[in-house]
């Protein structure tokens, strides 16, 4: 590794991040992150803060999980790569493909499809939804219905499905046939209320009045995140997943739950879709899949699904499709390493109590900020809207929006920003003490903002 004022120097010169403009990123360089231990990082500098991003929602386990990084060391050793498109395959996937079906069977998900991450993972529910329609004799069945502010990658058909502008803008036009229906966001909607279940009986009726519009022998999915995450930690009402499960059952349409972000225990339920006791036709996985060490993702595919691909013998049946890093044994091997101890440390009950610990200390944070619009969070993925004015829910400025990050780091805490959201997603190993210096930091960065 070359000396420090050398990587200084070159930050953000000959490389573009995502996610950000690169000219930005030249006149203010992002931080540097050198090493990590348990829940913290530690920047080139040697300043030493909490995660409280896990990474990015994905290092579930921290950054000291000693049976992944063996994992991941010992399948280099035993076999670093090989190809799984037809012909061959390999033993740590067979067994991941085995361990994940007995992980999501309360789901009713038991085939699995690989990939190398997420927005691979959007994309290839999107590809098997219209060609599961193919198959079962509807191969009109081609629009996809999606949620405004929802997220769902960067490939074309998840950037289409995405239900925030700056994702899409730059890039359009997009795919066409695809429906947008609003959030189920009781802090901003179009239906002049903040009641939970008024607002998702109200999505209800548009979806019903789509499907009717569109023709239900038209659309092929509902693609919906169980807890909205890059949109802003959007929680929805308990009876909205379920009513859009009745919805998509009563006209034929498959619901794809993307939880790249819920699966593995974030929302404190293993996955979010049992958290609202609804069972998907496919669920897009990665991220927490292998602690974020590895890039792997998988699509876990339902028993009806599966059967209708199964039982065909043409070739529209045929799956033509994947990625070279599809089913890489390493990230199978860290994926099943990360799942043994994911269960051991029984993550999702530790998220579940410190989440109703950050939670409520974000609302007194929120009686202490005038600058607080709003809280919301379900287990360890919270957020707090920013607000200029809180009758008008004007968003805050760019800059103050900064100057509490900053401020937030400087006493001893790293948290994302995204617009006028501060969203907070800590590894699930977290401990009380950890979300009081979570807390005590964002407390710090509100008063700095202030001024």
Request: glycine share 10%; proline share 5%; net charge neutral.
């Amino acid at each position: 590794m070359r000396e420090t004022n050398f990587i200084i120097e070159n930050n953000a010169r000959h490389l573009w991040h995502p996610m950000a403009h690169p000219a930005e990123m030249q006149a203010n360089p992002p931080r540097i992150i050198n090493s990590g231990e348990g829940v913290e990082i530690v920047d080139i500098h040697g300043q030493k803060v909490l995660d409280a991003v896990g990474g990015l929602w994905n290092v579930n386990l921290g950054y000291s999980c000693e049976p992944v990084k063996k994992a991941i060391r010992d399948q280099l050793d035993e076999l670093p790569y090989y190809s799984t498109f037809r012909g061959t395959t390999n033993s740590p996937l067979i067994e991941l493909s085995y361990e994940l079906a007995e992980w999501f069977k309360p789901d009713g998900l038991s085939r699995s499809f690989f990939t190398s991450g997420g927005s691979d993972s959007v994309e290839t529910c999107l590809r098997l939804a219209r060609q599961f329609h193919k198959v079962n004799g509807q191969p009109e069945r081609t629009k996809f219905v999606a949620l405004k502010k929802g997220y769902h990658g960067t490939h074309f058909g998840g950037a289409s499905v995405n239900g925030n502008q700056n994702f899409r803008r730059n890039y359009e036009p997009l795919l066409p046939g695809v429906i947008h229906l609003p959030a189920p966001f009781p802090y901003r909607n179009p239906f002049n209320t903040t009641d939970g279940a008024e607002i998702a009986a109200a999505i209800g009726r548009l979806f019903e009045d789509e499907i009717a519009f569109q023709g239900a022998d038209t659309i092929a999915a509902l693609i919906v995140e169980p807890v909205l995450g890059a949109g802003g930690v959007i929680v929805p009402h308990e009876t909205f997943l379920p009513l859009m499960r009745e919805i998509c059952d009563r006209h034929g349409i498959l619901l794809i739950a993307d939880e790249v972000i819920t699966a593995f225990g974030r929302t404190g339920a293993w996955t979010g879709s049992r958290l609202w006791g609804v069972q998907p036709d496919m669920m897009s996985t990665a991220k927490a899949i292998t602690n974020g060490y590895f890039p792997f993702g998988a699509v876990m595919i339902s028993d009806k699904v599966a059967q209708v691909f199964e039982s065909n013998k043409s070739a529209v049946g045929s799956i033509g499709h994947g990625y070279t890093y599809s089913g890489h044994p390493v990230g199978a091997a860290a994926a099943l390493a990360t799942l043994k101890e994911t269960k051991r440390l029984n993550v999702a009950d530790n998220a579940a109590a410190r989440g109703e610990e950050l939670l409520a200390g974000l609302k007194k944070l929120q009686d202490k900020h005038e600058l607080i619009g709003d809280v919301r969070g379900k287990g360890l993925m919270c957020a707090l809207e920013l607000v200029g004015d809180r009758a008008k829910k004007s968003g805050a400025a760019k800059d103050v929006v900064q100057k509490v990050q900053d401020a937030t780091y400087d006493a001893g805490v790293l948290v994302r920003t995204s617009g006028a959201n501060v969203i907070m997603s800590p590894p699930l190993i977290v401990t009380a003490e950890n979300v009081q210096t979570m807390l005590t930091a964002l407390d710090a960065g509100l008063t700095a903002a202030r001024g």
